[in-house]
């Protein structure tokens, strides 16, 4: 099949088999397209954060529009785009020590950056034999890894990789998750500004010490659709924005049609007169993410499986394969849904099924590997 | 690596690459040897439910020690099933209209029960030229999918099966998953009993109308764990008893020492003096079960990574990749989570880790396709 070349004889989406995850690929490119603006029009390189999607062909698409190398959560997903031809990959994930055998291998083949939050994880780096571009992960404020912006820790960290023979500092990054817990776009836009007022601290830290603090890089899907400016930042990491979901659409990061990946099932178990009915999306296909809403669900039903518009009816609880929706439905009924999280979706699927409107064009392989 | 043969070369678990599922050898067998004795003692066939595991090496030693076929959810597993030389698989998930034709070229390979609780649902496997063994999934109270048992429909569909010139009704089927929201093992007793009574009725009602049941099946892990008989039943179902989990010893099915899989993970950062740290045990590893404690958490910790005694620590939140550990530790530590669920833990991974005691003795791959 070729995407670029949808033909009258396409097969439409209502034939697939389900549970399937679809991608609009008209969404996708427009999406990937505005971020990629975005990133020109601030100033920064735009690294995407493949984890959302674990897909090469995406990958290609985010490089193709100017992405400047990719980052990755986990050395499986390093792997895999080296395997694709990705030369460029920041392991964005605090360094794991029984993994640094396996992630000096690949450095010595592509540049690999790896993120550190410690002495003992420099230390470690320092015992292998490998070029390791090193990243000193920060927190800004979200309190989940990395030193804290203002502590005197990155400077020793800094000064620690500098001073070791095969470790070069390419760079300092965070990422302001808590964007995702703020509860208005002006909250998000104002924990976006903390972030990047916390990485050009760094950097002035790092240089009135002497240290040359290489890329200060940053970034959250939330942030980005928020942020005035990035001055004195050079590159952002977002990831999400490639798929969106119901949490970005909540967040006001976008609407529901810049959402592209949603998830095709069928009703299998229907009462007549009952206003609820099983289809088959559970926990393996939608997750158990609960979403930002109260009462919580797993996931928001669109009024028409074609999409487009959400309606009132949602998938009120899961079991491994069962999804629970509200709504009179008949047995064999298609039914779309659009995932609170995009992320743990994904990675439930081994492809996504592509289309352009209702015609399914390719199929790609999602690269959900652990090992 | 021979499993029966574990050498004094065998690797060490804590040299695993993280994070890892272990599987415990030891563990396993036992509980397979235990629910095979039970099922024999109560006098009814062992059809486990292989979507816990998604495992040839398990499901072989399930058969191996007297199950008479095995229970899939998705037609994905029956596939990978087939393929691996079973021939006697039941798919316990309302019939998918969307894949009633791969179902039929399955069918025509192995014996493959398919499940129905609807007219539609038998009118869709008539349209097919295959030979279905048909299954009507009875309601006993559980209330997610299946004809009430109490409802004549059961009859009306039962009729129309055997009316049809290639469908033959091999059984009827229930699964009691409300014993999992038992609050006492002696609340668990009195849903598995009703479970039971339900499925003699159904047989006393079908028989009533001349039509022969075939076998009537049944069975959770709880349910099986604290029924006191099951006179009438031919057969059980029970899945998570091969593995166990963090939910089971709550509901009284189990001991902690029963469980066979844990989640080995790696501390990543820890600040000094925090009682907290991060560990590569996301969301992506344990799943976002929280199961059902209060407050919630998405695993426990053992004491000592070797395993055996729980500690006071859990994994109070989680991200893709991160999860955010109770307690104190240094930056390079192995920690031992017990997951809530198994069954989704062993979706998010490619390979259990098969130990005896801490050697590594074996890996046997988790059949995890969707397609």
Same sequence: chains 1, 2.
């Avoid at 790896?114 to 002495?119: E, Q």
């Avoid at 967040?251 to 529901?256: A, E, I, N, Q, Y």
């Avoid at 518009?309 to 009924?333: F, K, N, P």
Wanted: charged fraction near 25%.
């Amino acid at each position: 099949m070729n995407a670029g070349n949808p033909s009258a004889a396409a097969p439409d989406l209502f034939d697939l088999r389900t549970p399937a995850l679809i991608l609009d690929l008209d969404v996708l490119e427009n999406n990937l397209r505005v971020m990629q603006d975005r990133a020109d029009t601030l100033g920064v390189r735009l690294r995407p954060h493949v984890k959302t999607h674990k897909c090469v062909e995406i990958a290609e698409r985010q490089r193709s529009r100017g992405a400047s190398g990719i980052t990755v959560s986990t050395l499986a997903e390093a792997r895999v785009f080296t395997e694709a031809g990705f030369d460029d990959i920041l392991w964005a994930f605090p360094l794991n020590l029984s993994r640094v055998a396996e992630a000096a291998a690949l450095a010595r083949r592509v540049e690999l950056g790896v993120t550190v939050d410690s002495l003992a994880a420099v230390e470690a780096l320092e015992a292998e034999d490998a070029p390791f571009s090193v990243w000193i992960e920060i927190d800004c404020g979200y309190g989940r890894s990395g030193v804290p912006y203002d502590s005197g820790l990155v400077v020793e960290i800094a000064r620690r990789i500098s001073g070791a023979d095969r470790l070069a500092l390419r760079g300092c990054l965070t990422h302001a998750g808590h964007t995702y817990s703020a509860d208005s776009p002006s909250a998000v836009a104002v924990v976006a500004e903390e972030e990047r007022r916390a990485m050009v601290e760094v950097g002035r830290a790092l240089r009135a010490a002497g240290i040359e603090p290489g890329f200060l890089s940053l970034g959250s899907t939330p942030g980005m659709s928020r942020v005035e400016t990035l001055e004195g930042i050079d590159e952002a990491r977002p990831g999400n924005y490639a798929l969106y979901d119901y949490m970005q659409t909540r967040l006001g990061s976008c609407g529901v049609r810049d959402c592209a990946v949603t998830v095709l099932a069928t009703v299998v178990s229907a009462r007549a007169g009952s206003d609820e009915a099983i289809a088959d999306c559970g926990a393996l296909a939608l997750s158990k993410d609960m979403g930002p809403d109260d009462p919580s669900h797993y996931g928001r039903l669109f009024r028409d499986p074609g999409g487009g518009e959400l309606g009132d009816c949602r998938v009120t609880s899961v079991s491994q394969e069962h999804g629970r929706l509200s709504g009179r439905y008949a047995v064999g009924e298609k039914v779309r849904v659009l995932p609170n999280h995009a992320c743990l979706t994904v990675a439930h699927f081994d492809h996504f099924e592509v289309v352009r409107g209702r015609c399914v064009v390719d199929r790609w392989k999602i690269r959900r590997t652990r090992d």
